[in-house]
């Protein structure tokens, strides 16, 4: 299961961290991911980490603002967002897959296989 927390509500150039707690599997051999679903619009990849943490991606619009990182030994993973604008607000999620190579980071959201409930961050201008 994964259960992402830490949205909230943020003025532009703002900052947030989520969490994603992740448990009933071993966490060091899931590929996780943060996706994004705005209203009305269909969910969109943010940002990847593969397996032992090297290798991450993210979505052209939020690099350099947004950083993902996990520590293994805590189940959990983190996304750091800086300098926030307007069109990040959305409901967060965090993903998992058990079907990319370890040392990769997936660009897109096809090879996630399940997310748990979102986190609602809202960015006001």
């Known amino acids: 299961q994964l259960q992402a927390s830490g949205g909230g509500l943020v003025q532009a150039g703002g900052s947030l961290r989520l969490s994603c707690a992740a448990s009933g599997r071993t966490f060091s051999s899931i590929t996780l991911g943060w996706l994004r679903q705005a209203p009305g619009k269909e969910r969109e990849f943010v940002a990847s980490i593969s397996m032992d943490g090297v290798d991450t991606y993210y979505k052209h619009s939020v690099k350099g603002r947004f950083a993902i990182s996990r520590d293994n030994a805590e189940n959990t993973m983190y996304l750091q967002m800086d300098n926030l604008k307007p069109e990040d607000t959305a409901l967060y999620y965090c993903?998992?897959?058990?079907?990319?190579?370890?040392?990769?980071?997936?660009?897109?959201?096809?090879?996630?296989?399940?997310w748990g409930q979102g986190t609602q961050v809202t960015v006001s201008s």
């Open positions: 993903a998992a897959s058990q079907s990319v190579p370890a040392n990769y980071a997936p660009r897109n959201t096809g090879p996630f296989d399940y």
